[in-house]
């Protein structure tokens, strides 16, 4: 491998930009040897191949900033917008995730056909169900027949 290779693949497993990626002088004859990239994976962990440092540059109002809302400044009510589900995190996509997962649970070991996984899939899409425990309550009402054993198991999927 030539030196260039050596580092355009240590760019693709470091995850870096091949203009951070750095050769010891000393290493070089190594480098240029490296045929594969275990070999390039070798030369990384005895570090004849490393990374600079990663620059970030955050301006000195941001760092103040920072600083401020870590001691717990500039979070009152007045600097709140949105709803407080809006700021919260994505707790509809877990809920969604965890409902899709069962459904799929279910349709992979045959205990619901295709067409009663769509019609629940479109169920859980349009955010009928608040919990796990409310979406196998309705298949459990539409003649599913799940029994306690499995749904237990269900639950904490």
Request: net charge positive; glycine share 8%; hydrophobic share 30%.
């Amino acid at each position: 491998m030539s030196v260039k290779l050596t580092r355009r693949v240590a760019s693709d497993i470091m995850k870096r930009g091949e203009t951070s990626i750095r050769i010891k002088p000393s290493a070089m004859d190594d480098a240029k040897k490296a045929i594969t990239r275990e070999d390039v994976k070798d030369l990384i962990k005895k570090g004849s191949i490393y990374a600079i440092v990663e620059k970030h540059n955050a301006s000195k109002y941001g760092k103040e900033l920072k600083k401020k809302r870590a001691e717990g400044r500039k979070r009152g009510p007045g600097r709140k917008k949105g709803t407080k589900k809006a700021r919260g995190t994505a707790s509809h996509m877990k809920r969604m995730r965890s409902q899709r997962r069962i459904l799929a649970a279910l349709k992979t070991d045959n205990t619901i056909d295709n067409e009663q996984y769509k019609t629940f899939y479109a169920l859980v899409k349009g955010g009928t169900f608040q919990t796990k425990a409310t979406l196998l309550n309705y298949i459990r009402s539409k003649g599913v027949g799940i029994n306690d054993e499995r749904l237990e198991k269900l639950k904490h999927i």
